[in-house]
């Protein structure tokens, strides 16, 4: 954005309207005229005209209005304030290559990764097991993006995908990363005194609803076995994430799939309703473009998802028990 008011320019930006910044080429002239002691040695170095040197050397003058040179009959010698000039600039060239070379050797060395998820599974799942990843690869650049349902790959920059639901992702591969299991799960506040945690509870608590599986309570009981009078009413939110903070702030019991909320499980911030998790259709998949089947990004990404599903399941498992 560009930037306007009486504060919006920068000290560069005062010198260049005033003519006052010497070129990278005038500077490197003086830088070896002085070295040298000689205009002519440093135009062979420069592979221009000794005359180009000395109007390179003299346009710095007239900028600055101070002679950086003295001609004597041993060559050139700089002046007091053309040995000070040449400390100053040399120590910014120096530092102004090195900069150039760490840019370079950064882009030589580092790849980017850019990753689209589900909002909710990126930032209750993905998001705290990220620190692994870019430990066991700090060469890569990984960049986030939410994204819900189907998108094409082809012009966008998004290398690889965590998919929900069915494996079919038309011109890409797909992997699976995990099954998906539903358990009840409400606060420990709204469970009676001496009562232990079951899902006849449910019958007493409010269904927090989640807006796009408007079925997913119905279904749950059917496979359980509880017929329930009203599976189907109860406050919806879109995202997970909110339906978790209302199960937490104990507005009532959501369903949700246990890996989601792992720490809060272990917490004991929510308490498990039921102690059997029932099996949905769908999955989580990897999905990527054929092209990008062999980026090494991809390919160390694939192995990472892979060693936290299991580990994932590890942890869902002694929670269950």
Same mark, same amino acid.
């Given at each position: *954005?560009?930037?306007?008011?009486?504060?919006?320019?920068?000290?560069?930006?005062?010198?260049?309207?005033?003519?006052s910044?010497?070129?990278?080429?005038?500077?490197r002239?003086?830088?070896?005229?002085? #070295?040298?002691?000689? &205009?002519?040695?440093?135009?062979? $170095?420069?592979?221009?005209?000794?005359? !180009?040197?000395?109007?390179?050397?003299?346009?710095?003058e007239e900028?600055?209005?101070?002679?950086?040179?003295?001609?004597?009959?041993?060559?050139?010698?700089?002046?007091?304030?053309?040995?000070?000039?040449?400390?100053?600039?040399s120590?910014?060239l120096?530092?102004?290559?090195?900069?150039?070379?760490?840019l /370079?050797?950064?882009?030589?060395?580092?790849?980017?990764?850019?990753? /689209?998820?589900?909002?909710?599974?990126?930032?209750?799942?993905?998001?705290?097991?990220?620190i692994? &990843?870019?430990?066991?690869?700090?060469?890569?650049?990984?960049?986030?993006?939410?994204?819900?349902?189907?998108?094409?790959?082809? !012009?966008?920059n998004?290398?690889?995908?965590?998919?929900?639901?069915? $494996?079919?992702?038309?011109?890409?591969?797909?992997?699976?990363? *995990?099954?998906?299991?539903?358990?009840?799960?409400?606060?420990?506040?709204?469970?009676r005194?001496?009562?232990?945690p079951?899902?006849?509870?449910?019958?007493e608590?409010?269904?927090?609803?989640?807006t796009?599986?408007?079925?997913?309570?119905?279904?749950?009981?059917?496979?359980?076995?509880?017929?329930?009078?009203?599976p189907? #009413?109860?406050?919806?939110?879109e995202?997970? #994430?909110?339906?978790?903070?209302?199960?937490?702030?104990?507005?009532?019991?959501?369903?949700?799939?246990?890996f989601?909320?792992?720490?809060?499980?272990?917490?004991?911030?929510?308490?498990?309703?039921?102690?059997?998790?029932?099996?949905?259709?769908?999955?989580?998949?990897?999905?990527?473009?054929?092209?990008?089947?062999s980026?090494?990004?991809?390919?160390?990404?694939?192995? &990472?998802?892979?060693?936290?599903?299991?580990?994932?399941?590890?942890?869902?498992?002694?929670?269950?028990?």
């Open positions: *954005m560009k930037r306007t008011g009486p504060d919006s320019s920068t000290p560069i930006d005062a010198i260049e309207r005033e003519g910044l010497p070129s990278l080429t005038s500077l002239a003086f830088i070896l005229a002085a #070295q040298y002691k000689s &205009f002519s040695r440093a135009a062979e $170095e420069l592979n221009i005209t000794q005359s !180009g040197v000395s109007r390179a050397v003299r346009s710095i900028i600055t209005a101070t002679p950086l040179f003295e001609r004597t009959g041993h060559g050139l010698v700089l002046t007091e304030s053309g040995a000070a000039y040449f400390e100053e600039v120590t910014l120096s530092e102004l290559g090195a900069a150039t070379l760490r /370079a050797t950064y882009k030589s060395t580092h790849e980017s990764l850019s990753i /689209a998820t589900l909002p909710s599974l990126g930032s209750r799942w993905l998001a705290p097991r990220l692994r &990843f870019l430990k066991q690869n700090p060469t890569i650049d990984i960049s986030v993006t939410g994204r819900i349902g189907h998108f094409e790959f082809d !012009g966008s998004i290398d690889a995908a965590i998919h929900y639901g069915s $494996e079919a992702w038309p011109g890409s591969l797909s992997e699976l990363i *995990m099954d998906e299991v539903l358990v009840p799960m409400c606060s420990p506040a709204l469970i005194k001496g009562v232990a079951n899902a006849r509870l449910l019958f608590l409010t269904l927090i609803q989640h796009h599986r408007p079925t997913a309570w119905r279904e749950w009981f059917k496979d359980v076995g509880i017929d329930h009078p009203h189907n #009413q109860g406050p919806r939110f995202q997970y #994430q909110m339906g978790i903070e209302a199960a937490i702030s104990g507005l009532g019991a959501i369903l949700m799939p246990p989601m909320v792992i720490d809060e499980l272990t917490s004991g911030r929510l308490v498990l309703l039921h102690s059997v998790p029932v099996p949905t259709p769908w999955r989580y998949y990897l999905v990527y473009p054929k092209g990008k089947r980026k090494p990004g991809v390919q160390k990404f694939r192995t &990472f998802l892979r060693a936290e599903a299991r580990r994932t399941a590890e942890q869902t498992l002694q929670l269950m028990r």
